[in-house]
């Protein structure tokens, strides 16, 4: 088993802090090319009263403009989260970076697939119980549907 490229999926929890160095050890002792990525999920912003139809009770919809501005804010913030993870762990080395949008298990398998990765690492937030249910695993879904190996790192503190 040959490991050429490392995909790292983050965010900016300090369990993605974690994988990621893993991730970039791993890349240093194979010599492994690697590739970040950052998945932008949807942002719901609950509507105020100052937002709803008088007529109908609904929330108005959002300008495109807003909805614009939001998306750009989600992009900037996502982009500083990948910046901050190749300084810290990858100065060393050439790094691809990938910002998606959507949800973020299916976001990273399309980056592994379309990066070619031969492993994918993530960190877990160690969920369980009605969190877990309500919250959904991240980890488990890549788990589950990835065509590569994933590595999941649990965080210790």
Do not use: W
């Not at 509507?47 to 109908?56: C, E, H």
Request: with cysteine; proline share 4%.
């Amino acid at each position: 088993m040959k490991i050429s490229k490392i995909l790292i999926g983050i965010d900016d929890s300090k369990y993605a802090d974690h994988a990621a160095e893993y991730g970039f050890d791993l890349a240093h002792k194979f010599n492994a090319e690697v590739g970040v990525v950052n998945i932008i999920e949807p942002m719901l912003i609950p509507q105020t009263s100052a937002g709803i139809d008088p007529l109908l009770g609904a929330g108005m919809a959002s300008t495109i403009a807003e909805d614009m501005e939001i998306m750009d804010i989600q992009k900037s913030h996502a982009g500083t989260i990948v910046e901050n993870i190749i300084k810290k762990f990858g100065a060393d080395m050439p790094v691809t970076h990938f910002t998606e949008y959507g949800s973020t298990a299916d976001g990273i398998i399309n980056c592994s697939k379309e990066f070619g990765a031969d492993l994918v690492v993530i960190g877990t937030h160690s969920r369980s119980g009605l969190d877990r249910l309500l919250m959904g695993s991240v980890a488990e879904h890549v788990v589950r549907h990835s065509e590569v190996p994933v590595l999941v790192v649990p965080f210790s503190s």
